[in-house]
Nanobody, 114 residues
């Protein structure tokens, strides 16, 4: 499984961005997709995960602001980020999970600054 992430950038506080993560290869076997983020000097933290069933999980810090969705036909997961805050600044990484295996895409930088 290979993952291609896109959609990061620079946005002002209160603004919005949408990240995309497209899976290729044996994408039919993916059970869940999600996003993590990593800020300088900090550990990688989960942001949101969506299972193939549609069940979702969000970090408390993004609940009500971020929405994860998935288009199974396109093997693509999306992360709609609204009301962005400077604390959301990080490298966002896409992950796909299949059984005990995890596949990581390249990171995409999100910078929230005025």
């Amino acid at each position: 499984v290979q993952l291609q992430a896109s959609g990061g950038g620079l946005v002002q506080p209160g603004g919005s961005l949408r990240l995309s993560c497209q899976a290729s290869g044996s994408a039919f076997s993916i059970e869940a997709m999600g996003w993590y983020r990593q800020q300088p000097g900090k550990e990688r933290d989960v942001v949101a995960v969506i299972a193939s069933s549609g069940n979702v999980h969000y970090a408390d810090s993004v609940k009500g602001r971020f929405t994860i969705s998935r288009d199974n036909a396109k093997s693509t997961a999306y992360l709609q980020m609204n009301n962005l805050k400077p604390d959301d600044t990080a490298v966002y990484l896409c992950v796909a999970m299949e059984g005990l295996s995890e596949y990581w895409g390249q990171g995409t930088q999100v910078t929230v600054s005025s």
